[in-house]
């Protein structure tokens, strides 16, 4: 009856530590790690039983224990363990006993029970209870000479501990070890007939625990309280709501949120898709909604063929004058320099051509710059970019007596915050006589 008594609790502890986990799982918890690996040594003293004038005392008796923890929430765990225990006389009786001990055990974690977390992130306290099996190995001085004397056991226990780091805390155990069927008495001179526990220790050892695993902090350790959790839900929710509210911001004010808008630049005023790309239906790069507009201010490639065809006899050069006082042959400049782009060198070479091919004509320069920078400073960069432009025509053949050259200052008439109509008007223009 005692050995069921004593299994029932055993059991139904290991109970209460799965339901308490069934409980906890209903709530988003913290990542933390389960296995320790528990060691200690220290002193044990045999309470009872005892031969009479037999003695064994504290500090003579050194004990050795293993452990191999896991939580199974932060409240509850399981140990298997073993030990060591060393029995010895403290007086003229000489006796020598070695009893080793396996035991499986319920681990409660009283520091997260209680609220330690609330006052103290260094200082813990574990409970421990079980049952296990221990076998007394007596020394030949014994009756039960050479003799090995086997028993059932309880544990139960306190463990302190104090954090050293996230990996290690150091464990201050003590621990009562009540034998069931412990035929002989600790010394092995007498035959045990009393009630109760047959054999008793109290054993007391200074340890350590090792944490494994990936996590930042083991179960021991980690603050899983429901105040705790709902601050951290709080705090993920807010995090969440700035999210939000970033992704619902519209930083091109197209009307298409950030988090949906895959070209979050669009030109400002122009029509976009549920994307937010701008439309452009005939896949040509330029928003159909300012197409037109750019249509009667600058030239397509369609239109400069199609006049240079008009223009006859002479390579076309009868149409260069048409095409560059409509705006449509121009020079174009990188920001901030008047250094005439490589690609630009045609529309020099066709003003060229032009002039020599009617001898009579004259040119007006005139240069331009975008919005960017001081007002003075972009008026004497536009002069500057006429007169390098005129520079290179003269040194084409074409006299300085039929040119002249002025700045225009900034040209105004783009969308100042787009980079690519900035280009097209940083550019010299030219007007034929």
Do not use: C
């Not at 055993?10 to 988003?28: K, L, N, R």
């Not at 009893?99 to 260094?122: D, H, M, P, Y």
């Amino acid at each position: 009856m005692k050995k069921f008594t004593l299994f029932t609790l055993f059991f139904a502890f290991t109970a209460m530590a799965v339901h308490a986990q069934e409980q906890e799982d209903t709530f988003d918890n913290l990542e933390y790690n389960n296995w320790s690996i528990d060691f200690g040594f220290g002193v044990n003293k045999p309470s009872r039983n005892l031969s009479p004038g037999v003695q064994s005392e504290w500090f003579e008796n050194f004990s050795l224990n293993l452990g191999a923890r896991y939580m199974i929430n932060d409240k509850f765990g399981l140990r298997a363990s073993a030990g060591y225990y060393e029995v010895l006389s403290s007086n003229e009786v000489e006796f020598e006993n070695n009893f080793f001990s396996v035991s499986g055990e319920g681990v409660a974690n009283l520091g997260t029970i209680l609220g330690f977390k609330q006052w103290t992130n260094r200082i813990n306290l574990l409970a421990h209870a079980g049952l296990g099996y221990g076998q007394n190995n007596f020394d030949t001085n014994s009756p039960k000479d050479g003799g090995k004397d086997g028993s059932l056991h309880v544990i139960a226990g306190l463990t302190p501990q104090v954090k050293l780091s996230d990996r290690f805390a150091l464990n201050l155990d003590v621990s009562y070890f009540g034998n069931i069927r412990q035929d002989w008495t600790w010394d092995g001179y007498s035959r045990n007939y009393g009630s109760g526990f047959d054999g008793s220790m109290v054993n007391l050892s200074v340890g350590l625990s090792i944490y494994l695993g990936d996590a930042e902090k083991h179960a021991d350790w980690v603050d899983n309280s429901p105040e705790k959790r709902f601050a951290s839900k709080v705090g993920e929710l807010e995090n969440k709501l700035d999210q939000l509210e970033r992704d619902m911001q519209d930083d091109d004010k197209d009307g298409v949120p950030n988090y949906l808008d895959t070209e979050p630049n669009t030109t400002s005023g122009v029509a976009v898709n549920s994307k937010g790309e701008a439309v452009d239906k005939n896949d040509n790069g330029v928003p159909d909604e300012i197409e037109a507009s750019l249509d009667k201010k600058y030239a397509t490639k369609e239109r400069v063929e199609q006049q240079m065809r008009e223009g006859g006899a002479g390579g076309g050069l009868s149409g260069v004058k048409s095409l560059a006082n409509n705006g449509l042959i121009n020079v174009y400049f990188q920001f901030n320099s008047s250094q005439p782009e490589y690609y630009s060198l045609d529309a020099i070479n066709s003003i060229v051509k032009y002039m020599k091919a009617n001898p009579d004509a004259q040119a007006t320069l005139t240069g331009y710059a975008d919005e960017i920078g001081n007002t003075a400073y972009n008026k004497t960069l536009s002069e500057n970019r006429a007169k390098r432009v005129y520079d290179i025509v003269i040194a084409a053949g074409i006299d300085e007596s039929r040119l002249d050259y002025t700045g225009g200052g900034v040209d105004s008439s783009v969308d100042k915050s787009s980079s690519a109509a900035r280009q097209i008007v940083r550019r010299v223009t030219f007007e034929l006589k």
